[in-house]
């Protein structure tokens, strides 16, 4: 895909987007709400999970389906463009110039790929997908709970509890399942002898979803003192 056409892609997802908060303004002001922003928050947190879910089925099932999988390789560590160095930078050069080719930015393709192999990458993918979604869960969960006038209900505090536990687990375990397929799908589909065969994978700990759980964690624990507050405020009434 072309740089034009995934920029087309994008915009015509924002354009979506953009066009179904616009009516969900449009129907709110009609009806006098005052919940507009509530409203759109709720209404694109939906869309967004129902989204992720499809393309979490789809994946899956396209996954196992077929025996071709591709893949981008910056997990492997490999020689595969060794005759092209990288060059030191030089201050005088006023053109562009490509003076470095990293083979881990490669992209292989595998046909006949085994179902165990397939499923395991499938796996992988499918729980990033999750530990994307559990957020937009959360927030459809509070924005709900804040348009009933109950903020500070015990839902609430378990939903953002559970979106962390699942943002730390499933992000965590999908990136380390997801490069332990692709470097075994790699070295099964080439001989020991090839130059080509990966010499390491390159697994770390990602951040991101740690620090998502870390966020949705403080947010539960800010809302559940919250709720203890207005508790002890409506007793001294």
Request: glycine share 8%; aromatic share 4%; with cysteine.
């Amino acid at each position: 895909m072309s740089l034009a056409e995934s920029l087309a892609w994008l915009g015509a997802f924002f354009a979506a987007l953009v066009i179904v908060a616009l009516i969900v303004v449009w129907r709110g002001r009609r009806r006098g709400s005052r919940t507009i922003a509530l409203n759109v928050t709720l209404t694109a947190s939906s869309w967004l999970i129902a989204c992720a879910l499809l393309a979490i089925v789809l994946g899956t099932v396209t996954s196992i389906a077929s025996d071709v999988i591709s893949f981008p390789t910056e997990l492997l560590s490999w020689d595969a463009a060794s005759e092209l160095p990288c060059e030191p930078a030089q201050a005088d050069r006023t053109t562009p110039t490509l003076t470095c080719v990293v083979p881990e930015s490669a992209h292989v393709t595998i046909d006949g790929a085994p179902l165990g192999l397939r499923t395991l990458l499938a796996i992988g993918e499918a729980l990033t997908l999750v530990a994307i979604t559990a957020p937009l869960a959360a927030i459809a969960v509070m924005a709900s709970r804040f348009k009933a006038g109950t903020p500070f209900a015990p839902g609430v505090v378990r939903a953002l509890y559970i979106s962390a536990g699942v943002i730390l687990v499933a992000g965590i375990s999908g990136e380390l399942l997801t490069g332990i397929g692709r470097v075994l799908a790699v070295e099964a589909s080439l001989p020991a002898e090839s130059t080509l065969v990966p010499h390491g994978i390159q697994l770390t700990v990602p951040f991101l979803p740690i620090g998502g759980a870390i966020l949705c964690a403080a947010l539960a624990s800010i809302i559940q003192h919250g709720a203890k507050l207005q508790r002890d405020t409506e007793g001294l009434v």
